[in-house]
Each structure stands twice: as C-alpha cells, then as structure tokens.
T-cell receptor
C-alpha cells in the first residue's frame, strides 16, 4: 500500500510560469517531508524539506507547502526554467523514508 | 570528497547467480540505505543501517541480505537472483542528527536478471 502518492506522472509548463507538483500521504505519523530532483542516469538530489510543525518553507525559487489536515504537500517552482526539467519525488519519514512514484516535469522554453 | 559511490554501475546476471553491490560514502554518515526503483513504483526501501554492525529491514527485504562491517561501506547481496530483482538500485546515506534529514544518493546500479 503506497503511503506517499504522486498522482500526476507528468507535467509540462512554459518557461517563466509556475510549476506546481503535488503529493499526498496517508500516515499521520510522518514528521518530515522532502522533495528530491532526479535527472536521468543519476541519483536523486535533495531539493527542499519541511517539518510537520511548519506549513511553508521557501528556498529561492522553490517553496514547499504542507497541509496536515489534508495530508497534502506541494512544491512550487517560480519562475520555472528549462533546467528544472527532471523527475521530482516527494518523500516522507517518521523512521523509514517513503517515496512517491515521481512526477516528470518538462519546462518548455 | 566523492560523496556516495556505487559499484558496479551495470550488471547482467542469470537467474540463480549471486552478486554483491557495494556502496561507499566518505561523509562519515551514520545511516545508510538501499533502495530499488522500478517503473511506476518510485523508490522502495530494501534494507537500512543506523550504524556500523547494525542492519534493519525496509519495505521490500525479501531476497536480499546486507552487511555494514565498516561505517563507510554498506553491502547489498543477492544470493540467488531472480528476474523480479531486475531494477535500478540506489544507495543513500545521511547524518543521524541535523535539522534537514536529507539523504545523499549514489548514482545507481542498473541490474538485469535474465
């Protein structure tokens, strides 16, 4: 049973616009949430994280929002750039880490 | 500082053969992890270790064994490979403490079992 879900396998956005990637989870014990970015033939790299005691964390063009009551988090990228084209995984942890299935983002120049 | 490295990068096995995947990290991280990535499944945790000499099962441990004899190395073994173990395997490590809990991933090993 998938505890972390990314229901959109792919997303296409025009350069300069906002990209919004979504993630849902089922386990209320998760206390930390992370987003990773992955290019082909490489390992995932950490992007941004948020603790369950916060509802927003911002780092440059990247902002993660957490809605605990809805068990939902989202990653906003503003403005989107062609170099942002990659697969994005959300992850959640209490002890172990659980990853979503990923969303492939394509930023169109 | 090489970060997390994995050996080998690619391997083809026949059903029933055995092999060991090596993960090494030079960041003095306490925790290490082995994941597999399959199409449509995301990353799933196989085994992990919270320190030298300790290992624990993750989500999908069956058919795999691990050892952490040295802090910097985490070995993943397949005793009798099956086609269902065809996958991309990622190793990761992280500090035990710290506010971010991020994992650092290796580049992956692509394994095909025929």
């Amino acid at each position: 049973d998938q505890q972390v879900k990314q229901n959109s396998p792919s997303l296409s956005v025009q350069e300069g616009r906002i990209s919004i990637l979504n993630c849902d989870y089922t386990n209320s014990m998760f206390d930390y949430f992370l987003w990773y970015k992955k290019y082909p033939a490489e390992g995932p790299t950490f992007l941004i994280s948020i603790s369950s005691i916060k509802d927003k964390n911002e780092d440059g063009r990247f902002t993660v929002f957490l809605n605990k009551s809805a068990k939902h988090l989202s990653l906003h990228i503003v403005p989107s750039q062609p170099g942002d084209s990659a697969v994005y995984f959300c992850a959640a942890t209490a002890v172990q880490f659980y990853f979503g299935t990923g969303t492939s983002l394509t930023v169109i120049p | 500082n090489a970060g997390v490295t994995q050996t080998p990068k690619f391997r083809v096995l026949k059903t029933g053969q055995s092999m060991t995947l090596l993960c090494a990290q030079d960041m003095n991280h306490e925790y290490m992890y082995w994941y597999r990535q399959d199409p449509g499944m995301g990353l799933r945790l196989i085994h992990y270790s919270v320190g030298e000499g300790t290992t624990a099962k993750g989500e999908v441990p069956d058919g795999y064994n691990v050892s952490r004899l040295k802090k910097q190395n985490f070995l993943l073994g397949l005793e009798s490979a099956a086609p269902s173990q065809t996958s991309v395997y990622f190793c990761a490590s992280r500090y035990a403490g710290g506010p971010y809990n991020e994992q650092f991933f290796g580049p992956g090993t692509r394994l095909t079992v025929l």
